[in-house]
Structure formats: C-alpha cells, structure tokens
C-alpha cells in the first residue's frame, strides 16, 4: 500500500510539489493576503457620521481625513519619535556590536549574541511592564535621581510640555526610553553582522598604511559598517511607527499612530479610517526602505 | 572558528565599558520584575522595597483569572505551534526539494506577518473575520497567531534541510525504502531538532504574543491581555507582578534551548527574527 502511493507520487513530482505546498500558500494567501486586501479595500469605504455605518462604495474621502491636521500632528510626531529612537539605538548598539564582532573571543561571543538575542524573543509586553516600574513616579529610576541629587533637573525636564508629564511613567520622554530599550536588538544585531564581514586584514592594512586608530574607524570600519546601521534603524523605525502597547501604557492624550488607528477601530467604530491611518506607516516604510536600498542597507540584512 | 573580522586584541576601556552598559540595559529591567514579586507594598511600585514578602506567589496561585488566563494561553501557544509546524515544515520541504515559479516570494510571504507591524496583521484579520460575520472566539485567536508562528518554523526547518546532504535521501531510495520510510528513518532524524527548535520558538511567540490576540479575541483572556488590560489601568499590582515573571520563566526556557540547540547545531541563519 505505502509502496504503491510511493511510487505514484515519485513519477509524479508536480503533484507532491502541490501537495506540500498547497497547503501553507492555501493559508497564507486567503487568510493573511486576503485580509490585507479587505484591509485596503475597507479604507476606500468611509463610515456615515450620523449613523455610524460602514458606506460600502468607493470614495477617497477617507483617506481625505488622514491628511486632516490633527491626523498629520500624529503622523509627524510618530515620525520624529521613530527617527530619534533609531539614532539613540544606533549610538548605544554601536560599540556592543563592535566589541562583540572584533574583540569578543569566541567562547565570549557566542554568550554575547545570545544575551543580545534572547530579549527578542523574550516577551515584550512584560519588558514593557518592567519600565512602568523603573519610571513610575516612585520608582527605580526616581530614587537614584535622587541620590543623584538631580530631582530638580528630572522636574525641569517633565514641566517642558513636549516631552513632560506628570511622571516619567506617563511622558513623551518615558515612552521614548522604552521605545529605545525595547527595539535595541534589533539594531545591534544588524550592525555586528555588517561588523563580521568588514576584514581584519583590511584594518590592519590601513594602519601599515601610517593611518591612526581613530582615522581607520572613521574611514575604513566605520562606511564599512553604515549599511547596518541603515538595515537596523529599518526594524526600529518600521517598529516604533505601528506600536501601540507603549503609547498606551505610557504615553499621554498626544496620540501616535499606532494608538489612533487602534482607538478608531476600537471605541469610534471608523474602521475605513482606521484602515486609511495604517496606509500611512506602510507609505512611510516603502520611501523609507527605497532610501535604505540606495544606502545598500539590503547587502547587509 | 574565529570570524574574519576577529581581531584577537584587547578592547579599549571605553568600549568595554560601553559595550558592558549596552548588555546591561538590555537585561537588567528584567530582573527589577523578579525583585517587585517580593514587595510587600500594594498600591505603588516604591523603591526602596518596605520590605521582603513571599506571599504574593501563594495569592496569585490562588487566583482563578490568572489560572484561566494560564490555560488559554498555553492551549492556544499549544495549537497554534502544531498548525506552524505542520504548515511551516511542508512549506520548507516544497522550497527545499524544488525549483519552482515564485519560489523567492514563499519566503516574502512567509516573512511578511512579523514584517509588517502587528497592528496591521491584527486590524486586517479582524476586519476580516468581521465581514464574514464569524464570531471572535478560542479559534480565531489561533488563526491570528498561526500567521507568524509559521515563518519562524519554516527559517528553521529550512536552515537545516539546506545542510543536510542530499545524498543520504538518493541512498535511502536506492536501498530500496519507499518515499514515506525514507521520510522516518532518514529525513525526519535529521530535522528533529529543527523541529524542536521552531517549535519552541513558535510556542514562546505564541505564548507571549499582544498585539494580534487584542484583536482578534473576543472575550477571551490570554495571559498576555490579562498583564496588558493592567499596563493602563493598574489594579491588581502584585499579582501583575507574579505573573510577569511567570511569563518570563515560560517563555525564556524555551528559547534559551532552542538558541543552544540551534547554537550547537551552529545554523546560526535564520533564527534572527
């Protein structure tokens, strides 16, 4: 019996193709695909405002309503926050990733790539609960500025209305150091990667050649590297735009995207609009991922 | 083996230092969870701790929301790795045994659920689910998680059928062993501890997963939920507490010895999210 279907199916390498295949391609493009595609269908439908139903024709006015003010001040501010959380992940995972890649002994290396991996796979949400400690007004973080000294200075930051809050726990300024902490591997392992392929041979010629140590990093490792660089701030900028676990766990009535699409769906019911608001992180990513393509970034994922 | 870029020299100060805070501040707001358990203080996050207690433990032992939230969880980690395992590994064998039209774009597809933010996977899927007037329940969790449980299964999987010499299956056929034994005793003794290794993977994922699941459940309350419906609205702090770290426990094993065993296995692609 086993014999019979194995032989049929051995003369038959088309058949076995689709049947390894078929199911996972079945699964993948009518759930997720053709979710995504209702998703996008669904933002060009737009919600009656008296009735709160869902007007199932075609119309740009949706989208219209993205570009509104006070839809365009979330999308800059998601913006300028997943810009500044990748530059403050570049310069913390820079010289980790440079240690491990050209000075950590091997034994040491592989212990530090998986104490760099294991917090991605770690859960997040309770990373994100970690902080609510560490930044609650009583907190961690709290005492040690005060034994610092610096409570006037902590207080100075927080009355600054673009960045403050009541608390760190519920600021800008707070989301912006989870926001960092949370996606940092992301950037680290990308620029050790980078980092591996740059050749010792290559450094130690450049310094037979009579160039300082601080010259050969700025001139040979350091372009060397940028596509990293590049390739990680993909991931922390991609991710910082479409969270909203963080800005409502910590952020204040200035929404992000994340948090606007979620609340549209959620309470208002807009669901055409909330469809229309995530077309705008995925708009962002695309320019952001053909400029990442110029900068070679893709050679070094 | 040294990598080429390994220069055998010690680091500066500096970077040893910098390097040394990075690796700290990666890890060290876990281990401010496992302190918190102890606290005896209720309403706020005080530090210093007033003091020392066990309690909490026994407290969150006892309470039925949490041991709900605990089995649902596990049961849909549970299913939801079985479906990526089976989808996943058929997935890799199709990409690894032929050369087909599209066969890049399986693994874009694959890659694509844990690409784009959640919150897309998660509106679309419940939009979706939404017009087919299909009720939010145990199964439409599973659906949502089975998306981007798969690829991390098929990396693997993938990973390792490339390593694995083609020969041993051309000489099992020619001993006479038809497709199916040479899938037991050949194929399947190899993958092994891919499988085990994306599987495991895929459970903590699952396990932990926040941002699909708060779309796609109806009423129901996975752990994670259960630990997010306390981030904005503080109630039960100590309890949060006790189950954060239980989360960190379950899932950490998991992917502590899938990353040993796929270290030592040393397919090092592939497993990087």
């Known amino acids: ?301 | 083996m040294p990598s080429k870029a390994y220069s055998g020299q010690n680091a500066s100060w500096g970077l040893k230092i910098a390097a040394f805070a990075g690796l700290l501040f990666l890890h060290m707001p876990i281990l401010i969870i496992f302190l918190y358990t102890l606290t005896p203080d209720e309403t706020t996050y005080t530090f210093p701790l007033p003091g020392i207690t066990f309690k909490w433990f026994g407290i969150t032992l006892q309470r039925v929301d949490f041991w709900r939230a605990v089995t649902l969880s596990l049961q849909v980690a549970a299913i939801a790795t079985v479906a990526a395992l089976i989808l996943g590994t058929l997935a890799a064998a199709a990409v690894y045994r032929s050369k087909f039209f599209g066969r890049e774009a399986v693994s874009f597809l694959l890659v694509l659920p844990i690409a784009l933010p959640g919150i897309v996977t998660g509106i679309a899927l419940r939009t979706a689910i939404g017009s087919f007037d299909i009720d939010f329940s145990f199964w439409t969790i599973i659906i949502g998680h089975a998306t981007f449980c798969v690829v991390v299964v098929y990396n693997n999987v993938l990973a390792r059928f490339r390593r694995m010499q083609g020969s041993l299956i051309e000489a099992s056929m020619d001993l006479g062993a038809n497709s199916f034994q040479t899938f037991r005793y050949v194929v399947f003794p190899n993958i092994a501890t891919a499988l085990l290794a994306g599987g495991m993977l895929a459970f903590a994922l699952s396990f932990d997963e926040v941002i699909v699941t708060t779309f796609t459940a109806g009423q129901q309350t996975t752990l994670p939920i259960w630990i997010f419906s306390q981030l904005s609205r503080p109630r039960d702090r100590p309890v949060t507490n006790v189950a954060a770290m239980f989360v960190m426990l379950i899932t950490f094993l998991p992917i502590f010895f899938a990353q040993r065993i796929s270290a030592s296995s040393s397919d090092t692609d592939g497993e990087t999210k």
């Open chain 1, 1 to 301: 019996m086993f014999q019979r279907i194995s032989t049929y199916l051995y003369l038959r390498p088309k058949l076995v193709l689709w049947l390894l295949l078929g199911p996972p391609m079945l699964y993948m493009f009518v759930v997720y695909l053709g979710s995504l595609f209702n998703l996008l269908i669904y933002s060009f439908y737009s919600l009656e405002p008296f009735s709160g139903t869902i007007v199932r024709e075609f119309t740009l006015s949706t989208f219209a309503r993205t570009l509104e003010p006070a839809n365009l001040e979330i999308f800059t501010r998601t913006t300028l926050m997943a810009a500044a959380v990748t530059a403050v992940d570049a310069l913390i995972a820079f010289p980790l990733a440079y240690y491990i890649a050209r000075f950590a002994s091997p034994r040491l290396k592989t212990w530090l790539i998986i104490g760099v991996t294991m917090p991605l796979w770690s859960s997040y949400l309770v990373r994100v609960y970690a902080w609510k400690l560490i930044l609650a007004k009583e907190g961690i973080l709290s005492w040690f500025i005060n034994l610092l000294g610096l409570q006037g200075v902590l207080d100075w930051i927080l009355s600054n209305e673009s960045i403050g809050g009541s608390s760190l726990a519920l600021s800008p300024l707070g989301m912006f150091i989870v926001f960092a902490y949370i996606w940092l591997p992301y950037m680290i392992i990308p620029i050790q990667t980078a980092l591996e392929r740059v050749p010792h041979s290559l450094v130690e010629a450049s310094s037979d050649l009579g160039a300082k140590p601080l010259q050969t990093f700025g001139t040979v490792i350091l372009p060397l590297a940028f596509p990293g660089v590049v390739a990680g701030s993909i991931f922390t900028f991609s991710l910082t735009l479409g969270d909203f676990i963080i800005p409502l766990s910590l952020g204040n009535s200035k929404l992000f995207v994340g948090q606007a699409v979620y609340s549209y769906q959620g309470t208002a019911g807009d669901i055409p609009l909330a469809a229309a608001m995530t077309m705008g992180p995925v708009v962002i990513m695309i320019v952001y991922l053909l400029i990442a393509r110029r900068l070679g970034a893709f050679d070094a994922l």
